[in-house]
């Protein structure tokens, strides 16, 4: 059997290859308009200066019945656009949900796409425009590097805080048959476009606000102790959890605050910007599993799991912890990196708390432990520069302390 010191430097060095790997890619970023009204820019730019006349929104059916997505339409088809629109994307998108897109897609004759919502949106529409483009199946294209030809054209309109799907190479999809959610990544699904437009934020209510927000806050911290880390990506990250840790009370609270909803905007495809190079780590590879498994929000997901992977990770990132913590404004002076690190991570507990978002995953059993515990570590191990590894024993006890523990099994009450 191999001592497990062997493979943790089998996987550094499979690692240190992809970092290096990727400065053979190019990743480009979508052209961006900013600030309230800028979604409707958007259409515009799509209107006047793309030529597409026959356009498929991509959404949920939630935006559609709030209205949000009607003044788009107006605007878009004023404009000499014809627009159809399929709002059957649900979280965690799967495959079924893709392909039905796609046939609307392809019935109707449209030339290019817009997704307007939150990551599932978005991660959805990327996939349909690869696939609308590519003769292989979904399944096909899991894993790096697997969407061989261009994809239809596709713009963005995130809802949502959370994800920057609408900057990032990644597009997550969920195939129930196997109990599995996997990652499509190519530098070709970043969307052309994007629209980041904090005032069609205001009204997503705030435990959806947290979530995602929370999301947001992952990936720039995933990216920011990431082994892959670039001074690029360490930028983005740290301005990303600036804004987060100085923006996302606010908005939980006041969700009508616009310029609260931009900042947050912003600090969402920053940190987009910072994972799409870096990478994430163990949150990630665990919340895609519990969202398989239990339909849990990816947000709400990596919000449980951050702050118990920032304990395990500490010892191999302390300092990194500690740099996070000075630009959230929790250093004072005196303190030493450990610390720092210790507040940081009390920091994230304590907004979990304040947004009422549990410790524990109520349906996470024993039973399906050894299985999500496996398919973590194969996500972590092969896509991931995570700074501490576990071993199959390391991950399953640090998904027991995710369990809520049965009513019998407490203490008495003295």
């Known amino acids: 059997m191999i001592p497990f010191s062997l493979k943790v430097l089998f996987f550094k060095v499979w690692q240190f290859l992809l970092k290096w790997s990727t400065k053979l890619l190019t990743f480009r970023t979508p052209e961006l308009f900013t600030g309230p009204g800028s979604a409707m820019q958007l259409c515009d730019h799509i209107a006047t200066r793309t030529g597409v006349t026959n356009l498929m ?79 292989h199946k979904i399944t096909w294209m899991a894993g790096l590097l697997r969407v061989f030809f261009k994809p239809m054209p596709l713009y963005a309109v995130p809802t949502t805080a959370g994800t920057g799907s609408e900057v990032t190479i990644a597009a997550v999809v969920s195939d129930p048959s196997t109990t599995r959610k996997f990652a499509i990544m190519d530098p070709k699904l970043v969307p052309i476009g994007a629209a980041l437009d904090g005032s069609l934020m205001t009204g997503l209510p705030a435990p959806i606000t947290a979530a995602t927000g929370m999301d947001a806050l992952t990936h720039a911290v995933e990216a920011y102790i990431s082994r892959n880390w670039t001074p690029a990506t360490d930028a983005e990250a740290l301005e990303a959890t600036r804004l987060i840790m100085l923006n996302l009370p606010e908005a939980v609270k006041n969700g009508g605050n616009v310029q609260a909803r931009q900042n947050m905007a912003l600090a969402s495809f920053k940190a987009g910007v910072a994972f799409t190079t870096a990478g994430v780590g163990y949150v990630h590879a665990i919340a895609h599993n519990f969202g398989a498994y239990y339909h849990l929000p990816h947000g709400l997901a990596n919000a449980i799991v951050l702050p118990r992977v920032l304990d395990y990770s500490k010892p191999e990132c302390t300092e990194r912890l500690a740099k996070l913590a000075e630009v959230s404004g929790l250093k004072k002076g005196g303190e030493s990196d450990a610390q720092l690190a210790d507040a940081f991570i009390a920091r994230v507990r304590e907004l979990n708390a304040d947004f009422g978002i549990p410790s524990h995953v109520e349906k996470l059993r024993e039973s399906d432990i050894p299985a ?37 099994a407490l203490p008495a009450a003295a």
Do not use: H
């Open 57 to 135: 929104i991509v959404t949920d059916a939630m935006l559609v019945k709030i209205g949000l997505i009607a003044p788009l339409i107006e605007r878009l088809n004023g404009a000499g656009v014809r627009t159809v629109v399929y709002d059957g994307v649900q979280p965690n998108p799967t495959i079924e949900q893709i392909e039905t897109g796609l046939a609307m897609l392809r019935r109707d004759g449209c030339t290019a796409i817009l997704a307007i919502g939150g990551g599932s949106s978005i991660d959805a529409a990327k996939v349909i425009a690869a696939r609308a483009t590519n003769p």
């Open 372 to 408: 999500i515990a496996d398919k973590a570590l194969s996500e972590a191990y092969w896509f991931y520069a995570v700074p501490r590894y576990m071993d199959k024993p390391d991950i399953e006890a640090f998904l027991r302390q995710m369990m809520v523990m049965p009513a019998a």
